[in-house]
């Protein structure tokens, strides 16, 4: 529409002005502002000047080191045993106002490991908590994002079937989607409880009783993992719905060839449906991964962190920091980090599912 | 022969629609179980968790949790605070980004190439990464009032509002969908002597139907689910949406039966509202898959 009917600076402008505007003050200007703000001391209210300070955010969030120690021994040179395993110097005289290594000075153990022989190898972190958040988030991420794509497609092969009734199945599997994730989370701590939750006597009754209670949300080795699942049950449908969408551009005249050459269910999937659904797979891989790494929500309903930081994230911490100790810097920096971790990874899936000539 | 495979096919229909079935209570129990224990009191609540009365209503019946709901929080203003939110910047953003989505369609006009490749590129920036700054900018802009000018807008409708009314995933859809019309329709508009308003409002926006109401259920969803942002910026009581309303029951001894009773009524309107527009709710979130 190059003609000259259509060439109107003024009117482009006005329409598309106030839009524009809004999305460069409170998108664009706030992301600019992040990465600004990372390398300041800028706190959301305080009487000093902000002051630019470096690295420093990223390195106090980012540092890490690893030490590796022989264990004590005493006078006669044999190892010192304590409670049956061999005793190694205290980390505490390292990381405490030792001259000789102001590089550990502050930080904590996150955790150690021995690889055969007699010395021990610790990694220190300077954030230990933050550590753990981005190790959190990213076992979320990667239990989450095939799990659901799977189970959302899955779905959608099921809801795709021409059988009377199914639109009601669709209509139901989307249902939690319209849900609040603030409301689910809150539900499903019912259900987790540890002494009436549905869950526990769901499993009771049908193991007869052998399966004895957990408490899922307060226990350190299952409140992830049940934060994960809730968090599939709540979003599936939503992929499922895209899922279907792609499923449905599929031309029929390559199933009815298909049917014609007697060909397999499984090779009817392989060879028609999964690769008309590529480019589908590349987007939902690519959304569900940006939406697990922003998981706050549940966290902030269901554990607030814990037990023992096993729930801790990335965003979790971002807001603790930004919003909770008002140390906005702080808080910048772990939402820089973050984008560019969900960055470089979307860059990443794009690049391993391009069309490969 | 005949008989043996037409009952092969009855059982295999009846497998086919019991796994659905299957698959459709996993979906539904949490809802089923939150309204029916909203009508009980806690102790009942919790034993009844342990069968399956936990679905149904039955036993001591009551209202009791919902008017002791109204007792430990300010309910109505909370919902009214989200209606009026999510109100506002529903019309205003289907005002302002369908405005934006025929400007960079239709219109020709200097920068427009660039302006829309920028907004694409505000779709990869996850809402979680600006939160923190946006909460910083938010304390510090002006506003000019009744009161005259005053600066920061925390614990206000408009901190709520103003910063969701555009974004680049909106725009982006009008975009997509004004493309698929014709633009000789418009160019011939333009020579007859049409100007632009009558344009956009006496033709497109009678034909926009679909992606408005899309465009409007995304930010619906999005606006009344919010809780991060209304987390941040409200400390206030008087400005807080029902998300945030949550926390007066959740944090210090829960009663159940009260949560319950809260959920249900934040939720099952919802609900309503999906199941009988069900068919644009779905359609809404497969368009959002159209990018790739």
């Not at chain 1, 709540?234 to 719905?241: D, L, N």
């Not at chain 2, 900018?137 to 005259?148: E, Q, R, T, V, Y």
């Not at chain 2, 009988?276 to 790739?292: E, H």
Request: glycine share 8%; proline share 5%.
């Amino acid at each position: 529409m190059a003609s000259k009917f259509t060439v109107s600076n003024r009117t482009g402008w006005l329409m598309a002005g106030p839009a524009v505007l809004l999305i460069a003050g409170f998108v664009i200007l706030p992301f600019l502002l992040a990465i600004a703000l990372s390398f300041t001391n800028q706190r959301l209210v305080s009487p000093n000047p902000t002051e630019f300070v470096g690295l420093a955010n990223y390195r106090q969030l980012l540092g890490v080191a690893t030490l590796t120690l022989d264990p004590l021994r005493d006078d006669a040179g044999a190892v010192v045993v304590k409670d049956g395993a061999p005793e190694y110097p205290s980390l505490r005289s390292l990381t405490r106002n030792n001259p000789d290594r102001p590089d550990l000075a502050g930080m904590r153990e996150w955790f150690s490991f021995s690889l055969g022989g007699e010395s021990r190898t610790y990694v220190l972190a300077r954030d230990v908590v933050f550590m753990k958040a981005i190790v959190n988030t990213f076992i979320f991420v990667l239990v989450v994002a095939p799990v659901q794509a799977g189970l959302a497609l899955g779905l959608a092969l099921l809801i795709n079937q021409r059988l009377r009734g199914i639109n009601v199945f669709r209509a139901i599997y989307f249902m939690p989607v319209v849900v609040s994730i603030v409301v689910v989370s809150l539900l499903w701590r019912l259900i987790y409880d540890g002494d009436s939750g549905l869950l526990n006597n769901l499993l009771g009754a049908i193991s007869f009783g052998l399966i004895p209670p957990v408490d899922w949300l307060g226990n350190p080795s299952t409140a992830l993992g049940s934060i994960i699942a809730m968090s599939i049950w709540q979003a599936v449908g939503f992929h499922m719905v895209i899922w279907l969408s792609g499923l449905q551009t599929i031309s029929p005249t390559l199933y009815e060839a298909a049917a014609i050459e007697g060909a397999s269910k499984w090779q009817v999937f392989r060879y028609i449906t999964w690769p008309g659904l590529r480019n589908t797979a590349v987007l939902i891989l690519i959304v569900i991964t940006m939406q697990a790494f922003g998981l706050f929500a549940q966290i902030d309903v269901m554990t607030n962190g814990g037990p023992l930081d096993s729930t801790q994230t990335i965003v979790f911490q971002a807001i603790e920091r930004g919003y909770g100790k008002q140390d906005i810097s702080g808080g910048s920096a772990i939402s820089v980090i973050l984008f560019v971790i969900v960055l470089s990874i979307s860059l990443m899936q794009r690049w391993l599912t391009r069309e490969k000539t | 022969m005949a008989m043996i495979a037409a009952d092969n096919r009855g059982l295999r229909l009846a497998t086919r629609y019991a796994v659905l079935v299957l698959i459709a209570v996993i979906f539904v129990f949490p809802l089923v179980f939150m309204v029916m224990s909203s009508f009980k009191p806690d102790q009942q609540l919790l034993q009844d968790a342990s069968n399956l009365r936990a679905f149904l209503p039955v036993g001591d019946i009551s209202l009791q949790n919902y008017t002791a709901a109204f007792q430990r929080a300010p309910v109505a203003t909370f919902v009214f605070n989200s209606v009026f939110v999510t109100g506002v910047t529903v019309i205003l953003s289907l005002l302002l980004c369908s405005a934006a989505g025929f400007a960079f369609v239709f219109v020709n006009w200097k920068g427009r190439g660039v302006l829309l490749s920028l907004l694409l590129a505000t779709l990869i920036v996850p809402f979680e990464t600006i939160a923190i700054p946006l909460l910083l900018l938010a304390s510090k802009l002006p506003w000019i009032g009744l009161d005259g000018l005053t600066w920061g807008w925390l614990n206000s409708y408009r901190v709520q509002i103003v910063p969701f009314i555009a974004d680049g995933l909106t725009v982006f859809l009008f975009v997509q969908y004004f493309k698929d019309l014709p633009g000789e329709l418009i160019e011939a508009a333009r020579v007859e002597g049409a100007s632009w308003f009558q344009i956009y409002r006496r033709i497109v926006m009678p034909l926009s139907g679909p992606i408005l109401a899309t465009a409007a259920i995304l930010k619906f969803l999005v606006m009344y689910n919010q809780y991060l942002w209304p987390l941040m910026v409200t400390q206030e009581e008087g400005y807080r949406p029902v998300m945030v309303g949550l926390q007066y029951f959740f944090q210090l001894n829960v009663a159940w039966g009260e949560v319950m009773a809260y959920l249900s009524m934040i939720t099952v309107p919802v609900l309503a509202f999906y199941l009988y527009l069900q068919k644009a709710f779905i359609a809404s979130i497969a368009s959002t898959g159209v990018k790739g």
